[in-house]
């Protein structure tokens, strides 16, 4: 059954919204009006959620062209998207056709990516399925691939039609990534919506739990923090900076392990750092920092890493491109719901406070 869906806006050249709620698949051919194809791009774990979309999409009279492409990482290459404009290419796939990617944040990047370079870009509409894909990466139309390079070095800003975040299709999402997707709602919650916090911390339990309402609050709000951001500034002019809030050391620590930990975890950590940093460097109130820890481990997520690793880090951190020159940045907060920049801070603070988070 299809309960009422929270739709929120976000803005820009060509506004769309997000629509939040539980078996909401049915409303997906209202956003693809005027196509007659619709391509739907999904790794193998969502294949039977693609069936179930595919037949839909059947009964709105819309022809689906079925793209399996590899899960998680494998599937973000050039290479898989080389092959999804080929079967494009096959199927007369035109500028009215609109693309359908299903799945974690690695499906619908490639899926956007896609749907942004074919034909100079052709609609899309995420179907994110994992809690990090619905509160931050299907929001604000940044697709991409990796490279030989990196992560996301090659992509393009391309806006969706619309998203839909259907709550039901994380009943099937490994708790493990469930968790790690709560860093990002966390951190929305200490740079702009204070009262994600007071809900964790009044009944974590229902915050782990996929199928209460309180997740469902979770995420609506969550993809406001997003919306407002993405919608003031989509192209990464500056605002948008604040929703990199603990991806500093996040990053690196994803790089130092070479990608085998959940983003979610290395945010978390980063989460601690970044406070407890801004507490030592004066513009944080105690209390406020030490917060991060306790909500944080309330939910699981691990607060601190390797003690050994912070040479490797800081070597890391140097060439995060969100460094200029030798200069660290970092995201801070001047108080709850306050984000601001901390620029350069010293070497022996940054050790300092990695030390304290880490031993
Ligand atoms: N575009 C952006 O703005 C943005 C923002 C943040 C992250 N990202 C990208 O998102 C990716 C990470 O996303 P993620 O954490 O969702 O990881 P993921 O896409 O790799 O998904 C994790 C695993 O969960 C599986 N899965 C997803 N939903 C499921 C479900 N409902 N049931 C069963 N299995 C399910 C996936 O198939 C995969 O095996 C990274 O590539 C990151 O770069 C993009």
Not at 96 to 107: E, L
Request: glycine share 10%.
């Amino acid at each position: 059954m299809m309960s009422e869906p929270t739709r929120i806006d976000v803005a820009g050249e060509r506004p769309y919204p997000v629509l939040v709620g539980r078996d909401l698949l049915l409303t997906l051919p209202g956003l693809l009006d005027g196509a007659a194809q619709v391509a739907v791009l999904h790794a193998p774990p969502l294949a039977t959620l693609a069936d179930r979309i595919c037949a839909g999409l059947r009964k709105a009279r819309l022809a689906p062209l079925p793209l399996e492409v590899p899960d998680a990482e494998a599937g973000k290459t050039i290479e898989v998207a080389a092959r999804c404009w080929d079967a494009l290419g096959g199927a007369n796939f035109t500028r009215t056709d609109a693309i359908v990617g299903i799945g974690g944040g690695a499906a619908t990047d490639v899926a956007g990516f896609v749907a942004a370079a074919w034909l100079r870009g052709v609609r899309w509409v995420p179907v994110p399925t994992s809690l990090l894909g619905m509160v931050d990466a299907a929001i604000g139309g940044k697709t991409g691939v990796n490279t030989a390079a990196g992560k996301n070095l090659v992509g393009a800003f391309h806006p969706p039609v619309g998203v839909l975040c259907d709550l039901s299709t994380l009943d099937t999402l490994p708790p493990a990534d469930f968790v790690a997707g709560l860093a990002e709602v966390v951190k929305c919650g200490f740079i702009a919506d204070p009262t994600i916090l007071s809900l964790v911390e009044g009944d974590p339990a229902s915050a782990v739990d996929p199928s209460s309402p309180m997740v469902r609050s979770l995420v609506e709000r969550s993809v406001r923090v997003k919306a407002d951001v993405v919608g003031a500034d989509l192209r990464e002019s500056g605002l948008r900076e604040v929703l990199n809030y603990g991806h500093t050391l996040a990053h690196a620590i994803e790089k130092v392990e070479a990608y085998c930990w959940r983003h979610g975890h290395a945010v978390s950590v980063g989460l601690v750092y970044a406070a407890t940093l801004a507490w030592r460097a004066g513009r944080l109130d105690e209390a406020t920092a030490s917060r991060h820890r306790s909500v944080l481990s309330l939910l699981g997520l691990p607060v601190s890493y390797r003690p050994d690793a912070w040479p490797d880090l800081l070597a890391t951190m140097r060439v995060d491109k969100k460094s200029r020159g030798a200069r660290l940045r970092f995201m801070v907060l001047d108080g709850l719901a306050k984000p601001s920049i901390l620029d350069g801070p010293s070497e022996e603070l940054l050790a300092d406070v990695y030390r304290e988070v880490c031993s």
